[in-house]
């Protein structure tokens, strides 16, 4: 197996809800990562997470809450997102240094 | 500061023609050189990478890139696209913190391939 695989595909939600965005990979990889594309533009790293603790906080907005229970998933929960969050959010992983990053197809979001 | 920059927005070329793509980045060490590809709606796709060695470096698709230190560049080439290669090319720099890849993307090259 060597995907990462993200859900869902696609997600719209109001500016009030609460969503969780969720990435699975199963080639027992030790680090993880959130990436925010907006269109057009190329990704930009949120959060990385290695060996299962939080390594890198790009100054994220807290309506972005990363949690990572163990070290096949990595979860983004979503509170509050205003419109300008709208992007496509891609998930990676990476085994060591010297390795490539795997990514996810992405969940497009849209908020309302 | 590390920064990638990638000159050309969008490149159109015929089916069976040559392409390159250029990459040029601003690092204080020999950087770890990266091109992925990405469909509309995708994820990424790594197509090559250059940590060390030689410079020239082959990936998937029958890509190539070739590291010149002297002009901190990371070109990709192909010697004839198809018509499944139009997508958009990002180059990216690795760095390497607390265990873990940091990726610096440029700003991308949609790449457009005509019949």
């Known amino acids: 197996d060597t995907e990462v695989t993200q859900t869902p595909k696609h997600l719209v939600m109001g500016m009030t809800n609460k969503k969780s965005l969720k990435c699975e990979q199963h080639m027992g990889h030790r680090a993880m990562y959130w990436y925010k594309q907006k269109a057009k533009k190329p990704p930009e790293l949120m959060f990385v997470?290695?060996?299962?603790?939080?390594?890198i906080n790009e100054s994220v907005p807290s309506r972005f809450s990363p949690e990572c229970p163990n070290s096949s998933l990595l979860n983004l929960h979503l509170h509050a997102l205003q419109p300008e969050d709208s992007a496509l959010y891609l998930c990676?992983?990476?085994?060591?240094?010297?390795?490539?990053?795997?990514f996810g197809s992405g969940t497009q979001l849209s908020v309302l | 500061a590390q920064s990638v920059t990638q000159p050309d927005i969008h490149i159109t070329v015929s089916e069976g023609a040559s392409l390159e793509l250029r990459c040029n980045y601003s690092y204080g060490a020999t950087p770890y050189l990266f091109w992925y590809v990405q469909s509309p709606g995708q994820g990424l796709q790594l197509l090559l990478k250059?940590?060390?060695?030689?410079?020239l470096v082959q990936g998937i698709k029958g890509f190539e890139a070739e590291f010149k230190r002297s002009q901190s560049s990371f070109n990709l080439r192909k010697p004839s696209v198809h018509w499944s290669d139009a997508a958009e090319y990002f180059c990216?720099?690795?760095?390497?913190?607390?265990?873990?890849?940091?990726?610096?993307f440029g700003t991308g090259t949609r790449l457009t391939v005509i019949p």
């Open positions: 990676a992983s990476t085994q060591a240094l010297n390795e490539k990053l795997f």
């Open positions: 997470y290695s060996y299962e603790k939080l390594s």
């Open positions: 990216a720099v690795g760095l390497h913190q607390t265990g873990a890849n940091n990726l610096f």
């Open positions: 250059y940590f060390s060695g030689d410079t």
